[in-house]
């Protein structure tokens, strides 16, 4: 047994220690006690190649039940990890399975690219081959398919390796370093979230796994998965972190000189964590650190946090907003407060997004109540939104090209805005982006957010830095991606609003603008 038995009670209380680890000693103990257990098949039936290329029986790690586990108390699963931990091997294992004993499944398994897939393949032929012949006899199996891209079983089952699934209908979905494919390819990553996981039933098992790799897709639903606090749907991610110190492998024999700065993060893990790490632990993370420098805090995690430090140090919101909106409960539902006049802050995009942050101010406090977020239309459509909203707007903030006259008309946006009856505006200088971003770095610690506005919430956690690949550092500009619309829009809520507190603080005989929007 490849896990201790006080893990293995605390995993699994409700299964019989012996039919996981017994032998059946005739036919009918085999097909009655130990058959029909599934922890039993996956540790005693299945053939893997190991770390060296030999064959060898597969018995389950401690990670690999840590994660296995998992899916039984809940069928969808997001995995970080440090490298090496056989989490792929595991669900190539346990969705074959699952193919052998259940008909008509129609299991995938998706990989970051052609190699990776074909190795996939491979594994999974052999894990067949290897299988017991009086097994197969007994569930009467053949094999009726096997080509490049699928593995069909006589009872109907099939199992697809592919580097990516569009119109399949699959109950079985294992994808092997999500962060990988996100980075390298991140239309697939946003349309395996659109399209394939929605495609999925709910209650089927969908095992997400991937070492950190920035900031993407992967670290999005991370971070949804870990901030979520209410009861778990079934569309819902559990999230599971496995860190180097719990891997058996990540040990030493040859003695390391260890640095008194490397002594300092040792003595700090130890005390955050509760454990101890021994002197062959040690050993191991000195050598690797020697090899990969910061980078093994991405390779060899000792916490999640420590997984995702690079793209941590991109990111522009993303530890204040953690710091004061989530730590202190700031996400709020039913947020709007009649009593108090909105602000909209729009941000308008001529072929990208549009996006309208719709919020409060009370006092010091920031609200934001509602979003909007659309493309492709005029702007009588969003002039429309707003009019059809229960809200008395005082108050529309604009960035400053609003101003800029097109050509086909002759007539700038703000002028359309006011034609269209949208009387009390506030058109914002033209700053730099950077100076932008410092008044909403000002803004969070007082900042509220209703939590159905999950795209400004996602543009706080996920508004980053370019990553330059050719130096290695993040440039000195943001990422144009999918959450810049909502951070611009924020940016220009935020440059508002303080822009008014500066002014009505210097000229406190100033008039306030609270008329509501004449639509």
Known sequence: MNITKELFTELYPTVDEYIYDGVAGTDLDLVTQYLPSKLWRLNNLYTIVDKAGGRIPFVMNSSQHTVYAATISHPRVI????????ISTLWLISFLDDALFKPDLNVGLMAQGADEATTLLARVKLAWSEFPESVKTFLNLSLVQD????????NGSKLFVRTSFRSTTLQRLHISEFGKIANKYPEKAKETKTGTLQAISAGNTVVIES??????????MWDTATDFAGDLSPKDFVPVFLSWLNDSDCVATARQEVAPRHQVYFDGLEAELGVLVSDAQRWFWVAQYRELGDDIYQEYPSTPDEAFKAS????????????????YGREVAELYDPNLGVQVAMDLGMNDDTVLVFFQQHGVEYRVIDEYRNSGEGLAHYVEVMSEKPYVISLVILPHDVKVKELSTGKSRLARLRELGVSRTKVLPR?????????VRRLIPELYVDSKCEYLIGSLKNYSKEWDDRVGVWKNKPLHD??????DALRYMAMGTLWTSKKT?????GRQVVDGLAL
């Open 79 to 86: 995995v970080l990890k440090s490298r090496q931990q056989g």
């Open 147 to 154: 080509n490049t891209k699928e593995f069909g079983l006589s």
């Open 211 to 220: 070492t950190a790799e920035g900031h993407n897709t992967f670290k999005t």
């Open 312 to 327: 941590r140090e991109g990111a522009y919101y993303a530890m204040l907003y953690r710091s004061w909106v989530l730590k």
């Open 431 to 439: 700053v730099a982006i950077n100076d932008g971003i410092e008044a």
């Open 482 to 487: 999918d959450w810049s619309h909502g951070a």
């Open 505 to 509: 603080e210097s000229k406190r005989t």
